[in-house]
């Protein structure tokens, strides 16, 4: 039996980790908990009282544990009734989340899992710089004059007072103040860095000319002295997080260079002011110990250019969020009392009529009520060609309008419209962790106690067998073996990547929820999809409507008419539009009813009216007759769906709808299939259109007339066989089977559930998008990997060298401000391997 309890008291992924490996303690159960939602999916052999569990977890820290609300469901229908709540579109779906973003941060490194803080600075745990989450709606910026700040102007200019140039009130970007405070304290590094590494290499220049000015005495005190400013502002902050990092046992490279730097630096002190206490072996030839100041200097330089690399590098690596940033206006003309007026775009509300004029971007959802225009969605879809948009017809914030100018209403606003959304779920699915992360972070539990363990052994190793003088062979290279080390380039490897895909992503109308969904995605061998909505159009229209008995067809269109004006099927919606074409107005039903993956029934008239497919007729003992059975054959063998109208027990007639194939999904499914996938048709139609439309794709498999727990049995069973499976898919009949899938994809043209029991949502809503995210999932796992691979391969060669393994067989040492500099760039290197996923070519 599994069920579903709700936890309570986890604040970050360390918690989570700590309340699953507690409760999978308990005999007989098995669990799985998240972090967001805080809940357990818990399986047990036998009912397992929620005392028992609760005892589990007070024994570990503050939680509690209690039943949920859908304990006694499935974890597959569960996903489908959590999601089933929302009643609206993509665009509300994530209201649940961390409202905005503005002001909020998170530490790049999922440290503490997705724990937000409300202020810049460093992760408390592992010391990298906190990134900003973006705001889902913009505000609108000011200026102001830098020497009459009473000056306040909502555009950019010159001072009224003064003339000068007016200036943001706010920072543009966060990311850009680290990195310029980095440059800064770079800076400062660099201008003492240097005298301190002449004065120390002086005596390697022919002649000596610094020897013969300064002495050797003053030279070193003159180093210890523009040390300081290096040591104790410049990089202070690498020492302050290998202090963290060595209080919390939450280990990282901050605590190896913080070790290896304050060893030297404390050395080189103390070796300065006291000489006596150290043994000859670590004294020169004219009787002073050997210091470190410039060895200390250098690698802390070295090690904040990193870091200075890093943050310009990381910037890009949200270059995708920024950019759909940028396609939020702050600004719109709202249309009151027959006056214009422009307002910001945080003021608008819900009901608002709006004039959007040429080349301006649509501020909010909603729908044109007054002209027509062309609309650039390729910001949204990612496809070029400008569409249609004519009265009645919907409109997406951030889109850019033609040459025409229209009023609209305004339906979404602020953190509801479908832009705010993409960069909600593009900014959630950048910071989440794919499984293959979970590699690198075992290492990493344990890589930097392996690191010291290394370096002390390497220190004892050169004092016992190396040459003279072998406490200062064993004492430099220790320091080389802590410095080259670099956890961050594992930790970084697959967040990076994940960061960038996602974004590429959103840039091609390939929504991804998780970062788990990009690597299953790599995976998938089969492919389920749905043919209406999915494979077709999804705009059936009516082609003609058949009449047995003698009845007149106006009757007969009022008929279906008026039972199908409650329906909100894509079928019932063609017959009302067949229906205003010819003039027919329909009358009241009563009793109406819609029978799933058949048709719809009511009462008209004190008859009972049925209109579906020949099941639906046997359900309500309506025989069709073999001459009307033949003329419906035919039909559907050309693709065509045909639904039988009956009267009482009377079948009357039948109604032809086709529904064009996607122009996009040939080419799909034959790029799929090339890729080794099996691409499977799954459709409540029936046989004979299903047949047809099989047939004209190249499909080899496909099941007809299926009702949703026959989609969703038919996965299982797949699932059962070893494979993994992909849904794609857009409506509700879809979400069971999309929340049971590996892999669920939604059409982003579909219904609100479908969309919410997927991973992946395809704005564009066809086929084509499939293959976009294939190519990308492949594309990002490819580029992990490759990241993995440098940040081991690294430190596979990097600790032997700076050990000194290669100075017997070839008398080559490392010196430690070399460890320093490869260090550093250990970490760039990983993060600019990830920008190459931008360059990717998606179908």
Known sequence: MKHTYSITGMSCDGCRTKVEKALNAVEGIEASVSLHPPVAVITMKEHIPTEKLQEVLTAIGNYKIQMGDHAHIPAVDQKVMVHSNHTEHIHDHKKTMVSGGGGKYYCPMHCEGDKIYDKPGNCPVCGMNLEKMHELTPKKKQYTCPMHPEIVKDEAGSCPICGMD??????????????????????IAVAFTLPIFILAMGEMIPGNPIGKIISHHVSNWLQLVFSLPVVFYATWMFFQRAWVSFTTFRLNMFSLIGLGASAAFVFSIVALLFPSVFPDQFKSHNGTVFLYFEAVTVILTLVLLGQLLEARAHSQTSGAIKELLKLSPTEATLVADGKDKVIAINDIVKGDILRVKPGEKIPVDGTITEGSSSIDESMITGEPIPVTKNEGDKVSS??????????????????????????????????????????ADEISKYFVPIVIGVAVITFIIWAIFGPEPAYVFGFVNALAVLIIACPCALGLATPMSIMVGVGKGAQNGVLIKNAEAIEKMDKINVLITDKTGTITEGKPSVEKIVSFNGINDKELIRVIASLNQYSEHPLGEAIMKFAEINGVVPTPVQDFDSVTGKGVIGTLSGKQIAIGNKGLMEQFGAVVSAEALEKVVHEQSLGKTVSYISIGNSVEGYVTITDAIKETSQKAIRTLMEQGIDVIMLTGDNKNTAKAVADSLGLKHFQAECMPEDKLKVIEKLQAEGKIVAMAGDGINDAPALAQSDIGIAMGTGTDVAIESAEITLLKGDLQGIVKAKELSHGVMKNIRQNLFLAFVYNVIGIPVAAGVLYPAFGILLSPMIAAAAMSLSSVSVIVNSLRIRSLKLQ
């Open 166 to 187: 007016l200036v943001p009130m706010e920072p543009d970007d966060e990311v850009d103040k680290t990195y310029t405070d980095l440059l800064f304290k770079f800076k």
């Open 398 to 439: 951030g889109t850019i309008n033609g040459t025409k100018s229209f009023l609209m209403v305004a339906e979404r606003v602020g953190e509801e419209t479908l832009l705010s959304q993409i960069i909600q779920m593009v900014n959630n699915a950048s910071r989440s962790k794919a499984p293959i992360q979970k590699l």
